[in-house]
C-alpha cells in the first residue's frame, strides 16, 4: 500500500534521510517511533505529498508521489489524510464545519448528506452533540477526537497520525488509541501512526519500525520490537517504555509552528487544485 524505496532528504547541510525504505501493507495499522528530530513527520509529509524526496520515491497504491504532478496529487488527496498534532483545528469554524470542512468544500454531497455524515461520525468518535462548539471550548482530548472525525470525513484509505496523543492523561490516551484502533477496523483503513507513547504504540500497532539517524533499523510486531537484541532500539524503547520524552518548550513552540504552517499549505492547496471537477 505504502512503499517508501531508497529515499534521500536534506534541509541545506542537514541531512535527514540516508536511503530510507519502508513497506506498508494495506489495512495494517503501522507505527513509526524515533527520537526527536530523527524526521518522523517529515516522513508522514513525504507520504501524503507536502514533501519530495531528493533521491527516491514514494509509492502510495500503485502510484509514485510527485508533487509537481496534478494526477499524481490528486490520486494521494484521494486516498490519503493526516491527522496534525493538537487536531490543527480551525479556531474560528464550529466542531461540525471543522468536521465537514472538505466535504463542504468539494461539494460532492448535498448539505443534508454532509450534516448526517458529520452527526455519524461525532457519534463514532463519541462526541455526540458538540457539533456548535468552537475548539476553544473543547478539552485537548475532544479536539483530537474532532480531528479524527474529521479525517475520516475524507472517507480515506489512508490515515497518517502525527503524534495523536501527546500531551493527554493516560486515561484520554486509551481512549483515543482505542478510537483510532476501532475506526481503522470499521473503517478498513491503513494507518500510520508517529507515536512518542510506546504503550499505546504495542496496543493499536501491528507492525512498529524505528527510524534512527536516516534509516529504518527495526521493523516488527510489538512483541518482536520488545524483544530485539539490537541495542538502539532496546535503549529507545525500554528507556521511554517509564514515560513520554520531555520536550523544551522551544522545541515544541518551534513544532506546532510548523504544523501550523502545513495546515496552511493544505488549505490553500485545496482551495486552488481540489477544487476542480
Ligand atoms: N520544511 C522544513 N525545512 C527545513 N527543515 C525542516 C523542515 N521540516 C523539518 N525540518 C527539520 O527536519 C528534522 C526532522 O523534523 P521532524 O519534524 O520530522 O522531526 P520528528 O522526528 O517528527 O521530531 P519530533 O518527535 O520532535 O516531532 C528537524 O531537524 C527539523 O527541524
Ligand atoms: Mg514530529
Redesign the pocket.
Known amino acids: 500500500m505504502i512503499d517508501v524505496i531508497d529515499v534521500h532528504k536534506s534541509?541545506?547541510d542537514?541531512v535527514?534521510y540516508r536511503g530510507l525504505n519502508l513497506h506498508i501493507k494495506r489495512g495494517e495499522t503501522h507505527a513509526i517511533i524515533?527520537?526527536?528530530?530523527?524526521?518522523?513527520?517529515?516522513?508522514l509529509k513525504h507520504i501524503c505529498g507536502l514533501?519530495a524526496p531528493d533521491r527516491g520515491e514514494v509509492v502510495v497504491d500503485g502510484v509514485e508521489v510527485n508533487i509537481q504532478n496534478k494526477e499524481s496529487l490528486r490520486h494521494i488527496r484521494e486516498r490519503v489524510t493526516m491527522v496534525f498534532q493538537m487536531g490543527a483545528l480551525f479556531d474560528s469554524m464550529t466542531v461540525r464545519e471543522n468536521v465537514g470542512f472538505y466535504q463542504d468544500n468539494l461539494g460532492k454531497m448535498d448539505l443534508a448528506a454532509v450534516n448526517r455524515l458529520c452527526n455519524d461520525l461525532l457519534d463514532e468518535v463519541n462526541l455526540p452533540s458538540t457539533g456548535h462548539l468552537l475548539p476553544a471550548e473543547l478539552s485537548g482530548g475532544m479536539r483530537k477526537r474532532v480531528g479524527l472525525a474529521r479525517a475520516l470525513a475524507v472517507q480515506p484509505e489512508i490515515i497518517l497520525y502525527?503524534?495523536p496523543t501527546t500531551g493527554l492523561d493516560p486515561v484520554t490516551t486509551d481512549v483515543i488509541g482505542e478510537l483510532i484502533h476501532r475506526t481503522s477496523r470499521a473503517h478498513g483503513v491503513t494507518s500510520v501512526i508517529?507515536t512518542?507513547d510506546m504503550k499505546s504504540a504495542y496496543k493499536v500497532a501491528d507492525s512498529i519500525s524505528m527510524?534512527y539517524e536516516g534509516k529504518i533499523i527495526f521493523t516488527g510486531s510489538p512483541e518482536e520490537i520488545q524483544c530485539s537484541e539490537n541495542p538502539i532500539v532496546h535503549q529507545f524503547i525500554h528507556g521511554l517504555a517509564d514515560g513520554p520524552i520531555t520536550?523544551t518548550e522551544e522545541?515544541r513552540v518551534?513544532?506546532l509552528s510548523?504544523d501550523l504552517m502545513h495546515r496552511s499549505q493544505i488549505v490553500r492547496r485545496l482551495k486552488s487544485e481540489d477544487m476542480e471537477p
Request: aromatic share 4%; charged share 35%.
Open positions: 534541509f541545506g542537514k535527514i524515533g527520537r526527536s528530530g530523527e524526521g518522523k513527520s517529515v516522513l514533501l502525527d503524534e508517529v512518542h527510524l520536550e522545541e518551534s513544532r510548523t
